[in-house]
């Protein structure tokens, strides 16, 4: 069987939930399960350099049978062997590497190189996360704002002109179906860079929440339009997040699925709280994004 020499093409980010498309390789991936990669897909895989979202749930149809996606992460190939999630030795989009999605399914799963295929991802979980992604960064974006009183030298600034904070705090970013937990390290460098990390560590009630809740109301309340960026259809082409805010675009680079208007939120709610982590304080924001249905 011949390994893909180029990326998966993925729809996704255009928000397809269906792709139809031909099996080019299917492989054992082991714990039972094969992985099956196909020319083009309407899965979200979970990333292996930054697995923030989780991978979409759904099935792919065949001619006989509906077969359940148990899981989706992003393979890599050189043309010899296919390396899986943690274990792709190169970083994405190297020279001479494919980058794909692999699909992992039941071992005796009824599915063969060459099979035409339906891909379906169901569109009740595609929106859930999408809802948490989009959260995510509108309230990073918020954060941001309430904290810029905190720096005592310039720093880098975030898409909107703050000091970028989750860009130069964040340790971790998991996107949940309706939500999102960012952990951001409080430690000596960002203290070194200017920002005050000691009356935060100290006390996480000097974040203004309030501020920031009413800040992400009024951007909910422009209804502003969401979209994707690609700069290909391959799977490791680059991608933004990109949102036109009252106060101007906001471009985020991101690999995720995104709602398409502000205007499908009636609120995001952030609460925070302190953990640490080896001697570290970890700041914990999570946001809870509601739909309006
Ligand atoms: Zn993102």
Redesign the pocket.
Known sequence: MSLPRRDTRVTYPAGDLEAVTRVVHVAWAGDGRLAVITESTSFHPVDAAWP?QPADAGVIRTAEASVVVRDAVVAATDGDALHLGADIPVRPGTEGWSFLVAHLVDADAAIAEGDEVTIEADAATRRSLSAG?TA??LASLALNRVLASHWSKPAREDALGSPDFDGAAIASSRILPDGSVDRYRLNKSLRRSGFDTASLAADVEAIDVQAMIDQLDAWIASGAPVRIESAGEGLSDRRS?VCELPEGTAR?A???THLTSLAELSAILPSFALVDNGGTPVLEMVNEARLRH
Request: glycine content about 22%; aromatic content about 12%.
């Open positions: 923030d992604h995510c960064h997040w985020i991101c690999g995720g």
